[in-house]
């Protein structure tokens, strides 16, 4: 498990120079649950932003107003809690799900009203996880890609893995790698490590993506009903 868990950090992150955005969620090494969250960008308007945290909600906000050219498929909240659940997704269906749950609804039906991003010709997958520690599965996710054969239709795979053993956690990213269009993610989600404390977590995987292409990376720690966010900001 351990040499499957190395093995794709090296391979879909640490070589690879565009994995794209990307969730974890696993345990540290003390049992406690983390969620980790990174986005990537090769574009002037993807990298135009920053993380910024209200508390225990994890959004994106422009570094410059100004030159934001379209805010519709960066500018969103990345994480949300409510009691006894926490949200993160690459996009605005954090607020879909949010918002389902609030009302009485599932995370599967939430995401069932959301396709995979209008972006032309990449398509780039929505991935989005929940996480309810006091529940005897506590871990969904949840990945919406574009057809193979049809583009304009939405394949959806839901997983609910086993709860990992402390150290290790679930990802999911939005490509496999670098290219024109940008390969969208493909199979289970990987199984990668998360030893070491929250900095050095922290510092580990930001020093793992292309220094080019990050933009920024958060973690978020849940513990005995205690929440932490840390923040990297490529300006930091």
């Known amino acids: 498990m351990h040499n499957i868990a190395q ?5 879909h992150l640490r070589q690879n120079p565009y994995p794209g955005r990307g969730l974890v969620v696993g345990r540290g090494d003390d049992g406690a649950w983390l969620i980790l969250y990174w986005i990537m960008g090769r574009s002037v308007n ?12 994890l959004r994106t906000e422009p570094l410059n107003p100004s030159l934001l ?17 926490y949200l993160v997704s690459n996009g605005d269906q954090t607020r879909t799900v949010y918002a389902a749950l609030q009302a009485g ?30 529940d005897f599965h506590p871990l969904t996710l949840s990945l919406l890609k574009a057809n193979l054969l049809d583009p304009a239709q939405t394949d959806r795979f839901t997983y609910r893995p086993a709860v990992p053993p402390p150290g290790y956690g679930y990802s999911l990213t939005t490509y496999m790698g670098d290219g024109s269009p940008l390969p969208s993610f493909s199979g289970d989600p990987l199984l990668l490590p998360l030893p070491g404390t ?8 930001w020093d793992a993506l292309d220094p080019e292409n990050r ?11 205690e929440v932490m966010l840390w923040l990297k900001n490529k300006g930091d």
């Open 7 to 11: 093995q794709n950090f090296e391979h």
């Open 69 to 85: 050219a379209d805010p519709s498929l960066i500018i969103y909240e990345a994480m949300l809690d409510l009691p006894g659940t």
């Open 105 to 134: 609804g599932s995370f599967d039906g939430a995401l069932q009203t959301r396709e995979r991003e209008p972006d032309a010709p990449n398509y780039t997958p929505r991935i989005s996880a929940m996480l309810r520690p006091a």
């Open 46 to 57: 993807s990298r135009n932003r920053q993380f910024v945290a209200d508390g225990s909600t």
């Open 215 to 225: 933009i920024a990376l958060a973690m978020k720690r849940i513990a005995e009903g």
């Open 198 to 205: 929250p900095k050095q977590l922290l510092a580990a995987y």
